[in-house]
C-alpha cells in the first residue's frame, strides 16, 4: 500500500510494533543516553515475551529496555528498511558536499519501496525527536547515527564505509520528513517553464486538422507546484511531515492497524505477534508488529 507522507493513516501502513515502540519512548525522550544505554537482557527477554503473548506492556517497561527491543525489531526484519540496492548510492551520496548532499540523499529515498518509505520515514522523525532533547539526553543526531548505521546497513562496515554509513543515516534524521519524496527544488527546475520559441509554441493553439475552430489551451500552471496527481506517487517535500507533529485543532489520529508485510509466518522465538490479515506487500516475511 502507498504511504501518503504526513497524511493522518501513515501509521496505519506500519509495522504495530514500530508504532508501539515510539509511543511507549515517547515520554522519555530526555532519558540519558537513550538507545545507546544497553538494557538488561533478562527483562529484555522477559519484556519479548510478554509482548509476543499480546500483553500491552511496553508503556511500563524501562526505557532502555524498550528501545533495546526496537533496535533488535530492526536487525531481526528479513530485509532491512534500507534495501541493499541503495545503501551505496546513499553512502557515496554523503560525498557530495554540503548544499547537494540533502537533496542527493532525498532523490534516491524516492526509489525506496512505498512500505520501507513509510517505515523509514517514521523511524527516522522519531528519532528526529530525540536528537531535539540532546540537551538533555547527550544523543544528537550523530550519535543517533552511530548507533542506527549498523542496524539499517546491516553488513560488514569498517573504516571510510562505516563512516559514510553513519553520515547517509545522519541526513536521513536531519530531513526525516521529506523521505520518500522529491526535493522541492528539483520540481521547481523540471516544472520551471521554458524560453524562447517553445514558450510562444505553448500559447498559440493548434488549428484542428478538419478546419474547424481551434480548441481552447487550458490554463498554463504555475512554474512553482507539482501537476495534479504528481503528489500521490511522488510528493514533494513540502507535503511532507513529521508523523509525530499534530497541527492545532487536528482529530486525533486513529489507532495504528496491525498490518503484515507478508505471508503468514512464524517469528524467530516467537518473536512479535503475526496478524491474522496478510495482504501484500515490499518485506516479505518480516514481523507483523
Known amino acids: 500500500m502507498l504511504c501518503e507522507p504526513g497524511a493522518a493513516s501513515d501509521t ?13 519512548l515517547q515520554p522519555h525522550l530526555g532519558t540519558p543516553g537513550l538507545f545507546r544505554t544497553a538494557g538488561s537482557v533478562a527483562r529484555i527477554r522477559a ?20 528501545a533495546a527491543l526496537l533496535k533488535r525489531f530492526l536487525r531481526e526484519l528479513p530485509e532491512p528498511l534500507v534495501p541493499p540496492a541503495l545503501q551505496e ?11 547537494d548532499r540533502a537533496p ?22 522519531f528519532l528526529r525527536r530525540v536528537a531535539a532533547r ?25 573504516g571510510l564505509r562505516l563512516q559514510l554509513q553513519a553520515a547517509a543515516v545522519q541526513t536521513l534524521i536531519q ?26 509554441a505553448e500559447t498559440t493553439p493548434r488549428p484542428r486538422c478538419d478546419g474547424g475552430p481551434a480548441p481552447a489551451l487550458p490554463p498554463k500552471r504555475k512554474a512553482w507546484g507539482a501537476p495534479p ?16 507533529e499534530e497541527p492545532l485543532g487536528a482529530e486525533p489520529a486513529p489507532e ?21 490479515e496478510t495482504p501484500p506487500g515490499c518485506c516479505d516475511g518480516a514481523y507483523d508488529m
Open 89 to 99: 548510492p546513499l553512502c557515496q551520496a554523503q560525498r557530495e558536499p554540503d548544499p
Open 256 to 276: 495504528p492497524r496491525s498490518l503484515a508485510w507478508g505471508p503468514r509466518q512464524e517469528a524467530p522465538n516467537g518473536m512479535y505477534q503475526v496478524n491474522e
Open 175 to 200: 530531513e526525516a520528513p521529506s523521505i520518500g519524496c522529491a526535493p522541492q527544488a528539483l520540481l521547481d527546475e523540471l516544472l520551471a517553464p521554458e524560453l524562447g520559441d517553445a514558450s510562444v
Open 104 to 125: 542527493l540523499t532525498l532523490l534516491l529515498t524516492g526509489l525506496l519501496p512505498p512500505a520501507h518509505a513509510c517505515a523509514l520515514r517514521y523511524l527516522c522523525c
Open 12 to 24: 496505519l501502513d506500519l509495522p504495530r510494533f514500530l508504532v508501539e515502540a515510539c509511543e511507549a
Open 134 to 158: 540532546c540537551d538533555e539526553n547527550k544523543m544528537d543526531a550523530a550519535n543517533l547515527a552511530v548507533i542506527f548505521a549498523p542496524t539499517l546497513f546491516p553488513g560488514p562496515s569498517w
Open 47 to 66: 519484556l519479548k515475551a510478554r509482548v509476543a503473548g499480546g500483553e500491552p506492556c511496553l508503556g511500563l517497561a524501562a526505557p532502555c529496555d524498550v
Open 229 to 244: 496527481g504528481c503528489g500521490k506517487w511522488w510528493p514533494a517535500a513540502d507535503e511532507a511531515g513529521d508523523p509525530f
